[in-house]
C-alpha cells in the first residue's frame, strides 16, 4: 500500500475543447503538474444545422498522450487513483465488442428537440414534475430515441448507451458502467424512487438491458486494466474512484456542496448551479435539477443547473476568426478600451438555448457595428459583455424562482480569467465572487482520493483550497457604458431587453429587464 509520502491521485476533465489531466500529490495537497491536449480545439462536426458530434475516440486518444506525457516526468507507479469529469449530456453507443457505434452526439447538439418536446406534450405532468423533476428535452434519453427512430439497424447493435465519462471509463477500465448523476443528467433517474426511469425508458421504448451496471459518483468503481497500466506506467491495482459530470465536478472542485451554495463557469457554455436539498422542477424548463455528486440516502443533494451554451465557444469562434494568438492576448486588447462604443453581441450561437422559451435556437449576432468607430478590441470587449450579461439575465431567473444569489464561486479558469467579463458579471449581477485556485481536473483529482476513503471527509479534501480573488459589486468600476439588447428572439415577434445604465464612469445602478408575457409563458 502506498504511504502519504508516495501517493499521488490523477484528475480527468474531458471537455469539448481539450482533455486536461492534473498529477495531485496528496500529501503536500498540492497539484504536481498538468497539462492539456490537442493544441488546438478538438473538432465538433456539424454535418446538418443543429447537429453537433465529436469521436469519442478522439477524447481516448488525448487521454493517452495527458498520461504518456506525465509518464515522461513523473514515476506514476505512485499514482493510487484516478477521477473523471467528463462533459454532460452525450450520447455515445458501444456494440457488444465494445466498438462505439457512430460519433457521440454531443451536449449541444438540438436534433432530438422536437423528441423532447413531444414528449413532455404526452408524458404524465406528474412524472416530469415529481419524479425527473426535468422535461425530457434534448438530452440524452431523447438522443438515444432519436437514434432508434432515424437509424432503428444501428439502434439494433447497440448493447450498452453512455455518457461520455462512462465511455472513458470503459476504456480504462474494460468495466461497463455509469452513475446515478449520469442517469439524472440524461433524464433517466427516477427521484422518488432513487432508481433508473422505467417511466421515459418505456416510453421511449428503450429497453432497460441497454443500460449500464450502476456504480456511485464517490466510491471506487473499477481497476485500470492491466494493458493500459503497463502503457501508462500505472501499478496493477490503480482504481476509478470518482465520476462526475462537468458543472457537478464544477461545484465540487470549488467545495460547493451544501445547500444554498452556488457555483459558476464559462467555459465552452457558462453555468450557473446552485446545491439545494429541494426536488425543484421548473414547469418552463429553463433550468434543470439534476443529482449533485454527492448525493446519497442519507444526504441528499440535488445540483439546480441553468446553462447558456453560447460562451466560451463563441469566445473561441472570435478568436479564430480575429486570427489573434492568444486569449492571453484577446483579454489584454479588450482592456485598451473603456466601452463597446454602443456594440452589442449576442451569444446565441451554439445550438438551442434552455433559457428561452423552450428550446429555441436563436443564432448569434453582432449589432451595432460602425466602420468608422469599432476595431478588434471594441468586438472582443463587446463578446465579453454579451456572455456575461446573457448569464445575468439567468441569475435574475433563478432569483424569480426563490433562489438566494448573493455570491458565487468560480475557478480561475476560463473566461473568469478575463478582468472585463469578471467586473461585468460582478456588476450586472450584483453578487459578491470569489475566485479559488483550481479547475476542474483539479477538482476530480481530489474527488479521487475522497473516493478511496484517504480523504476522510469533503471538509478534509478542500482544507488546501485557496481563495485568491474577492470581487463586491459595491467595489467594482466599469468605465464607460455599455449595454445589451438581446434582439428578435422570436424571428422578429419579440424582443428581449437587458440594459446595464453607467452614468458616466460610476458603478451600475440599474439592472432594467422587460420582456412581452409571450417569451416569459
Not at 404526452?122 to 437509424?151: H, M, Q, Y
Not at 463557469?265 to 446545491?275: E, F, K, M
Not at 466560451?312 to 492576448?329: C, D, H, P, R, V
Not at 484577446?330 to 482592456?335: A, F, K, Q, R, V
Request: hydrophobic share 35%.
Amino acid at each position: 500500500m502506498l504511504s502519504d509520502e508516495n501517493k499521488y491521485f490523477i484528475g480527468i476533465d474531458i471537455g469539448s475543447s481539450f482533455i486536461k489531466m492534473s498529477l495531485y500529490d496528496f500529501k503536500n495537497e498540492n497539484q504536481l503538474d498538468s497539462i492539456s491536449f490537442p493544441d488546438n480545439e478538438m473538432e465538433i462536426l456539424s454535418i446538418n444545422e443543429g447537429w453537433a458530434e465529436q469521436d469519442p475516440e478522439i477524447w481516448w486518444e488525448n487521454i493517452k498522450k495527458c498520461f504518456f506525457y506525465f509518464k515522461k516526468k513523473h514515476d506514476l507507479s505512485y499514482v493510487k487513483s484516478i477521477g473523471i469529469s467528463y462533459q454532460m449530456h452525450g450520447l455515445v453507443a458501444i456494440d457488444k465488442y465494445g466498438k462505439s457505434l457512430f460519433n457521440s452526439i454531443i451536449w449541444c447538439d438540438s436534433r432530438s428537440v422536437l423528441i423532447g418536446e413531444e414528449a413532455s406534450n404526452k408524458l404524465d405532468k406528474n412524472i416530469i414534475s415529481s419524479s425527473l423533476l426535468n422535461s425530457p428535452g434534448n438530452f440524452t434519453a431523447s438522443k438515444l430515441r432519436w437514434v432508434k427512430e432515424n437509424k432503428p439497424d444501428v439502434y439494433s447493435s447497440i448493447y450498452k448507451f453512455m455518457l461520455p465519462g462512462d465511455f472513458i471509463v470503459f476504456k480504462l477500465t474494460g468495466n461497463i458502467s455509469t452513475t446515478p448523476l449520469g442517469l439524472s443528467e440524461g433524464i433517466m433517474w427516477d427521484f422518488n424512487k432513487r432508481d433508473v426511469s422505467m417511466d421515459i425508458l418505456d416510453f421511449y421504448q428503450i429497453e432497460k438491458d441497454k443500460v449500464p451496471d450502476i456504480v456511485p459518483s464517490i466510491g471506487v468503481q473499477g481497476k485500470i486494466s492491466k494493458e493500459n497500466c503497463l502503457n501508462f506506467g500505472l501499478v496493477d491495482n490503480v482504481t476509478i474512484s470518482y465520476r462526475a459530470g462537468d458543472q457537478p465536478n464544477n461545484a465540487f472542485s470549488l467545495n460547493v456542496l451544501n445547500e444554498g451554495e452556488i457555483a459558476a463557469t464559462a467555459g465552452t457554455s457558462a453555468v450557473i448551479y446552485c446545491v439545494t436539498k429541494k426536488d425543484i422542477s421548473d414547469p418552463q424548463n429553463r433550468v434543470n435539477t439534476f443529482l449533485h455528486c454527492n448525493d446519497d440516502i442519507n444526504n441528499k443533494r440535488n445540483g439546480v443547473l441553468l446553462c447558456i451554451n453560447g460562451s466560451g465557444i463563441a469566445y473561441s469562434w472570435l478568436k479564430k476568426t480575429l486570427k489573434i494568438n492568444s486569449y492571453f492576448e484577446m483579454d489584454n486588447l479588450s482592456e485598451e478600451v473603456n466601452s463597446s462604443e454602443g456594440l452589442s453581441f449576442f451569444p446565441f450561437g451554439n445550438g438551442s438555448e434552455r433559457l428561452f422559451n423552450h428550446n429555441k435556437n436563436l443564432n448569434a449576432m453582432i449589432n451595432g457595428l460602425d466602420f468608422n468607430i469599432h476595431n478588434n478590441s471594441h468586438i472582443i470587449r463587446s463578446v465579453l459583455e454579451g456572455i456575461a450579461f446573457s448569464l445575468c439575465y439567468g441569475i435574475e431567473y433563478l432569483r424569480n424562482m426563490g433562489l438566494n444569489i448573493d455570491s458565487v464561486k468560480v475557478g480561475d479558469s476560463n473566461l473568469f480569467k478575463s478582468k472585463i467579463f469578471k467586473e461585468v458579471f460582478v456588476n450586472v449581477s450584483k453578487t459578491k465572487l470569489y475566485v479559488y485556485n483550481t479547475d476542474g481536473s483539479l477538482g476530480a483529482a481530489r474527488g479521487a482520493a475522497l473516493g478511496t476513503g484517504d480523504y476522510n471527509n469533503e471538509e478534509e479534501a478542500f482544507s488546501s483550497l485557496k481563495l485568491i480573488e474577492k470581487l463586491n459589486f459595491k467595489d467594482v468600476i466599469v468605465m464607460g457604458s455599455i449595454g445589451c439588447k438581446i434582439a428578435s428572439i422570436l424571428r422578429g415577434e419579440s424582443d428581449i431587453y437587458i440594459c446595464l445604465s453607467l452614468p458616466g464612469k460610476s458603478s451600475p445602478k440599474d439592472w432594467d429587464f422587460a420582456a412581452p408575457e409571450s417569451i416569459l409563458k
